[in-house]
């Protein structure tokens, strides 16, 4: 059963778009809810995160919104680079302080 | 600060083979997570360990699967037998603590099993 939903697979935005990848979960114990940032042949890297106690994180171009009450989240890349194209991971921590990990939107900035 | 790290970064076993990858974590960190990722495929939580102790092992297979954080030296995922459905990358990460939640990942090993 996948804990964490991740939508769409894929993406592929012109140079400047704002691609949206969004998330959606089902234990409200979760209490951490990151992304990361993975190129090919690389492993992921911490890219921002928030917690349910906010409903929106921004960091430079990357914006997180949160929906507690629909459990849902979703990264917001603004202004968009062809250096943005990589998989994008949305994850939630749950007990014993694992990970569950989304399957993953490969992105695609078309310069 | 040295990030966390890994090896091998690639190893290729025959099946029936044993396998041991390494991870050392970051400076400070003493928890350690393992992960393994298949092509096309999110990671998927294998184990969770702090020093010389499990804490969760729930996504690692009950068979030919261990791994250790001792108190002196890196972690140790260990396969033994390797079969060609263990080929993957397997990442390592580590955080400080429970509390931050933060986890910082190495650059994996890909393991080829012919």
């Known amino acids: 059963q996948q804990q964490v939903k991740q939508s769409p697979q894929s993406l592929i935005v012109q140079k400047g778009g704002i691609p949206i990848i969004n998330c959606a979960y089902e234990n409200t114990a979760f209490d951490y809810f990151p992304w990361y940032q993975q190129f090919p042949g690389k492993g992921p890297a911490l890219l921002i995160a928030i917690r349910p106690d906010v409903s929106e994180k921004k960091e430079g171009r990357f914006t997180i919104s949160f929906n507690k009450s629909a459990k849902q989240f979703s990264l917001h890349i603004m202004d968009s680079q062809p250096g943005d194209s990589a998989t994008y991971f949305c994850a939630a921590i749950g007990t014993g302080n694992q990970f569950y990990f989304g399957t993953g939107t490969s992105l695609t900035v078309i310069p | 600060n040295a990030g966390v790290m890994q090896n091998p970064r690639h190893l290729v076993r025959r099946r029936g083979q044993e396998a041991r990858l390494r991870c050392s974590p970051m400076k400070g960190h003493s928890h350690v997570y393992w992960y393994r990722q298949l092509p096309e495929e999110g990671l998927k939580f294998m184990v969770y360990l702090q020093k010389e102790n499990i804490i969760d092992e729930s996504g690692m297979p009950k068979e030919r699967f261990s791994a250790e954080f001792p108190k002196e030296g890196p972690s140790i995922l260990r396969i033994q037998q390797v079969v060609r459905g263990d080929s993957a990358a397997y990442f390592c990460?580590?955080?400080?603590?429970?509390?931050?939640?933060?986890?910082?990942f190495g650059p994996g090993t890909r393991l080829t099993v012919t």
């Open positions: 990460a580590s955080s400080p603590d429970r509390v931050n939640g933060e986890q910082y």
